[in-house]
């Protein structure tokens, strides 16, 4: 599981209290905006995991953040109770679990794909039909262009690959000619 069990807790109270409060999808969204910002800035990482600076100080500065990202009441909340238990460092394992524990409460499931040519909107949406048909849920999907596949396409949904690419049916191709 990616982050610790303290981070999924930490999620699931948010997911909880965002749904309850209609604003689900929302907050996860902003949650995760925060939290790239968190990895994307080495200089903030550093002032706000610095044990140097005050814990009213590192709480400030994100309240500042916070507030001026347009950060709803909610999410400024949980990022200031984060920060005062000095969780702040999981707060990107906070938002992948909000991710998956959100996505598990619509029904949805992310799926990524991995072509070798880029596919037009009809194609993408066939796809998330067959793949809706084969996981019985909503398809969210990331579409990526990968031209070492040759041809054909890779599907990641969930712990689940599907690899149909012509790289690996030339793998396959290979092997059972090899112990043939």
Known sequence: MIGGEAARRYARALVDIAESRGVLDETGEALSEIAGQFQGNRELRRVLLNPRFARAERVKILDEIMSASGAGELL?????VVAEKDRIGELSDMAHSYRQLA???RGRVRAQVSTAYDLD???IE???EKLSEITGSEV???????ETLIGG???RVGGVVMDGSIKNQLRNLRNTLITS
């Open 153 to 155: 396409l890779v599907c």
């Open 103 to 105: 996505d598990e409460k």
């Open 140 to 146: 969210l999907m990331e579409v990526e262009t990968d």
């Open 126 to 128: 066939g796809l998330r």
């Open 121 to 123: 909107a009809e194609a």
């Open 76 to 80: 400024r909340n949980f990022v200031r």
